[in-house]
Every structure is written in structure tokens, then in C-alpha cells.
């Protein structure tokens, strides 16, 4: 009963999401006033009705309709509730339908947001999520329906790969569509502006904010999925260059590039073509990540379900390449710049240089990823590549990016003179140098982890100096304390520092990745009170113990952990065997004992006999500087916020733009 | 044009060619043949001793553990069509066993084939069936009789 609720309601948005496509051309196209105003009311409906439908299908979950073929599937009773909600998107029926419910949350705040900037532009971008809207709720409710009920009520469902219960995995695959998703709103606001002919800067300013967000959840969707990796399944790292997570990559590395080349439109108006260009890739990569996922084209450890639905996907990339590639092409008479680039040592220089690293290092993960595909086309044969190309690749333009992460923002537009560049960059340089030397000094000889340590010092440095003298220079004359100085010229200046807060965040996520130059890992088979060594490391074996559960049969390792002869701790790593069901999953839970120098990680594969004795098999790894990764995280948060807040500035801009006359003009 | 301007996207030619130069010059040393158990056998001896990747499926059971739960040795084929499979192909493997390794797992391997005919693999990659993959309707239908 109430699976045909939902279904009824996800045909119902169908039919309003349509509607406002077509209404939302004749608006753009007419400028009716009524029609724009019908096309938003669609808008928020459609936004209304697929909340409605996720909401019945997590109804369905909680209270274990089994008779519904996704619920069956996907739950079990014995799932704690909070898992029962997440497992609605465990499957591809529930997470597509998330993916529609982000795409209408999207359309609903942009059109609430740009209210005030009813036009064509706005009109035609409405056309564009809406189309995208149609698509994914006609996939869902033709191809992909997760409200199909069975003839019959099983007793229990199958129950959600163990695996997948896990905090990060709960929140990782709603945090990566909420990137992959929002990338539409710029997207579709700089095609509004094509289309509507109003391709100034103002589809760039009023979508700079709905750019940030799926930035932001993009690359924080793809930690956690690593920070499960790590956690969950026990192979010591958090990214393997796997192609689903290089399908994720992908429009994050062009959106990276698209957030900085809009600055120096917005301040230089240069750059539009290549922005359009930009935002276009970004978007594209956006949907053909889901393709690959979806249509099994490459091979990948992560099982999505390969469905009748990737063609479809295929077809949409195609669609989208043609129309706006077309639409540019007839537009570019439109996009002159009106100034040119002076110095290549200038901030548009620095820009420039960003695009063109993010845009090789696009290209490196898109070739490695296609690269069975291509050599299948042109020489017959599969012929893949791994972790040691994209490590051979994208290390050294990793840590060019990071250098130009240190100098960029430091370069002055138009032309920076030898003078500012001493001023600058000298007591950050010195720093960096000492953040290389201490280290070779102590011992380390890995080439690129100075490099790293050497860039990261350099940028901290630059990054601290641009604090301090600001500080310094507000405070002298405010006359307000240097922490108050300090605090203010951030609140003055939001973009701008919480920028430098997201730079040093990426300083921290390198030094993290530059701990995996030093790992280390042993395995161990330790009878009862028998020790294994790794680094500073000794780890004695203390027993077992083995605890049924209602799910689980759970065996835990007992280990002593000492350093230097003095007892550190304990630690419990697990395997434990899902014993109800039919497949008798185990899954290997590991132990991590983290600092901010090293992480010392664990893992119990299993229990043998040797000689009689009992014995315990252990894969020990130290990796450090692991947790930076996951602190540059926060920083990043951090960061990020700091540059949304709103801005008093903004505020007055958008007045200004609403005075606009052809606005008027669109809203009588 | 300017000489600036020819300075300037001659600058950039110079950058974006090496980067790219260095993309495909990483991706022919490191790349590495990528066969199904079929097709591996077609190619058996061009392929001797060289690295390759394997995909294949876990044959149900074969999977033997030896030298405690450290080594395991199982055979893999390739279902061709319906409930018709390849010749099965010995594999050798030490390392970490994923969770998701089982019977009828689907598997990518990285390793040499010995002189023994057996496949010496050093990297195990593998995704249980089904994993987030419905079952058809009759297939829960039956799974409940």
C-alpha cells in the first residue's frame, strides 16, 4: 500500500519536473512573468514530492516491509535503525533516488536564492536541472524502481553487506552526491547564460557560493570513503587509485581548476571561454563518473551493480558534450576578454599555470583509467595500469600544485617586481629549505618526500607571513590587539583568508601523503606471550577470545604493545564471522593506534596450529603522518566555511545587480 | 602577434608537452597485460614468466589454505555462457586475504605464471558475488522455499 504511495509519488514528480522543464522554456524564451512563477512553484513541488518519496521508501526500511523487493533485498531486522536508514542507499535503486532528491534539493535553493534575478538566464538554468531531473526520475521509475513490491512477505530480508555498516560508509555516498549533484547549479547557470545571452560575470557571481559546496562535499565525500578504507577494509592505505575513486577524482581536479580561473574573470574579466569550457568538463566528469560506476566499462574491486541503466548514463554524457560544445561554439562571439595577460610572474600568470596542472593531472587519472579501453580499440589487447603510474604522474604535479599553492596567491595582478618577490618570499624560502634539511640531516633520503616537506614548509611560511603582516598592518592602524586585528581581517576579507585556511589544509593532506614514502609493514605468526617488532615497535601476542553475538561470532586478539621496553597500551583487533548468513562473511576489523607522528595499525587474519600450539597470524603496519590526512580535512572544513559566510559586500553587489535594466525589463 | 604573447604560449607549450610527455611515457613503462583466464591460455607461452593481470572467478571449492592461514591455492575459470565455464587455472597466492575472497568471488590477480603451470599471484583483488546487486525475483523467491 504504501509502496504504491511512493511509487504514485515519484510518477507525480516525473510529471512536475517535466512541466517545468517545458514551462521554464517558454519563460526563458516569452519572459512571462506568471509562467516563471508556475515554473518555480514546479520546482519546489518536485523538490516536496521526491522528499516525500525518500521519505516513504525509509519508512519502508525502518519498519521492515519485506514484501517491497528493494527493502528485501537491502535490510534485515537485525540491523541496528540507524543502519536500516542508511541502507537505503546501500543499492542502486535507493542511491539513485537520493541522487534525484539532492538534484531537487539543488533546484529548489537555487530558484529560492535567485528569485530576485528572474530572466531568461534564470529561467534556461532551470531548464537544465529540470532536464536532468526528468532523466534521473525517469530512469528510476522505468528502469530502477525501488518501490516494486513481491507477491508474497519474506520472512527477513538479506540483510546490508557488513561491510557497508559503518559510520563513514553511511555518510560517504550522500556527502559524494551532494558533490557530484551540485556541480549542476554552475553548470547550468553558465548554459543559462549562453542561452540567454547574457554572459557577462553575473552567472559566475551568482553561483560562486553553489560552486564551493559541491567542491567542498566532493573532496570531503572522497576522504571519508578513503578514511572506510583504512578502517574498514584492512589493506593498510586509504587510496588505491581504484577507478571508482579516480571517477570521483576526476571533476573535483576540474572543479578545483574552474574555482580559481572564475577569480580572475571576476577581477580580470579574462579567461571566459576557457571558465565555460571548465565548468562544462567539470559537470561532464560529474555524470560520466556515475557511468563508470554504474556500467561496468571498467573493471574496479568496488561491485557496483552493473545495470541495464550505463547506456543510458553514456547517452547523457554524449547529450551533454554535443549540446554545450555547439552552444559555445555559437556563443563564442559573445565571450571576448577585454584585457590582456601582462607577466607570467603575476597572479594571472600563477592562475594560469594552476589550470594547466589541474587539467594534466585530469588528464594523467582520465587516460590511466581509460587506458584499457583505449589499447583494447587500437591494438587488440587489455593493457591496464596501476598504483605505479598514477604515483609516477601525479606525485611530481601534486607537488608542482603545492608549490604554486605557496606563490600563487602571493603574486600580484598584472606584473610582481623582483623587490615584492624578495620581501615575500625570502623568510617562507628560508623556512622551507630548513623543513628539507632537518629531516635529510635525521636520516630521510626519499627525494620527493623533501621536496614535499621542503613545499609544504614554503607554503606554511607564505601563508602565516600573509596572517602576520595583515594583522600588523590593520592593528597599527585600528589600534586594535594583534588577535583582534587578526580575527577581524579575516571577517573583513573571507574569501581571501578563509582561502589561505583551505590552502594550509591542503599543506596538511600532503604531509600526510608524504608519510606513505616511509611505511612500513611485517607479518607475524605469534604463539601465546610470543613479541614481533616493527619500527619502535613490540608487539607481544596475549591471548584470544571468542564472544557470540546475535549476528557475529567475534574472535579477539589480544596484543601488548611496548616501546622502548615500556608499555604503551593494548590492542584488540578482530575477525568476526557473520555466521547467520548463508555466505558465513567474515570481516577483519582492525586496531589503530594513532599519534600525530605515526599510526600503528593491525590486523588479525586469522588462528592456525604450529606444533601443537595454537598461533595467531598478524599483519602489523606503521604508517605515519597518517592522521594529517584526516586533520587537513577538518582544516579544509574549516577553510571552506570560513569563505561562505556571507559577506556584507556581496549582499550590496547583488542589489546592485538587481537594479539591472534588462531585469526590469524580464520581470514586467 | 606580439613577441610577448609568442614568448607566452610558447612558455605553455613548453609545460603542458612534457607534462604530457611524462603521462604517456609513465603509462607504457607501467603498464601491464590484462587477461581472463581464456585468454591467457591462448597466449600461454608469449606470456611465460612476464606480469600480467588474471581475472578470473573462484571455482566453489577449491580454495585450500596451506602454511597455516598465510598461502592459499585455488583454482579460477571464466563462465563463458550460461553454466558453461573455461578451463580452471591454478593459482598460487601469500599475502592479505580480503574479506570478500570466496568461493565464486570474482577476482583480478597480478603475478607470473610459473613453470609449474601454476599462476604465482602477489596481488589479490576480489569483490564477492553479488554484492550490492538485487537479486531477481525468483532468486529471493527461491532463496525463501
Redesign the interface.
Known sequence: MLAQLGNFVLWLAIFTSTYACIAAIISGRTKRLDLTISTERAVYATFALCLTAMGVLEYLFVTDSFNVHYVATHSSRDLATGYKFTAVWSGMQGSLLLWALILSGFNFFATLKTRTLRGPLASYATVIISFTQVFFLGLIGIHENPFIELNFTPPDGQGMNPLLVHPAMAIHPPMLYLGYVGFIVPYAFAMGALLSRQADEEWIRTTRRWTLVPWFFLGTGQLLGGKWAYVVLGWGGYWGWDPVENAALLPWLTGTAFLHSVMIQEKKDMLKVWNMALIILTFTLCIYGTFLTRSGVVSSVHAFAQSPIGPWFGALVLVIVVFSSILLYTRLDMLKSKTHYESPISREGGFLLNNVLFLTATFAVFWGVMFPIISEALTGDKITVSAPYFNAVMVPIGLLLLLLTGIGPLLAWRKTSSQSLKRHFAYPTLFGLLCAIVPAVLGVRDIYALISFACSGLVTGTIVSEFHRGALARGSSSGESYIMALINLTRRNKRRYGGYVVHFGIVLLFIGFTGNAFNQDIEAELAYQESATIGPYTLTYEGVTEEVKPLTVDLTAQLGVYKNGERLGTMWPQQKVYYKRDDQQRTTEVSIRSNLREDLYVLCQGFDQRDGQEVALFHVYVNPLVIWVWIGAWVITIGTLITMLPDPRDKARRRRVVGLPQEQEAVA | MPA?KIK?IA??AI??VS??V???S??K???????TVTELEAREIEFMDKRI?L?GKVVPGSIQQID???TVEFLIWEPLEKDAFSEKRAVRYSG?????F?DES?V?L?GKTNNEGIFVAETL????P??????S?DE??D??K
Open positions: 610577448k607566452f612558455g605553455f609545460i603542458i607534462l604530457l611524462l603521462v604517456v609513465s603509462s613503462q607501467m603498464s601491464m597485460y590484462y587477461f593481470k581475472a597455516g592461514n598465510r592479505i586475504i580480503p574479506d570478500t570466496r570474482d583480478v597480478e583483488l576480489a569483490k564477492c553479488s554484492k550490492y546487486e538485487s537479486k525475483y529471493i523467491k532463496s525463501y
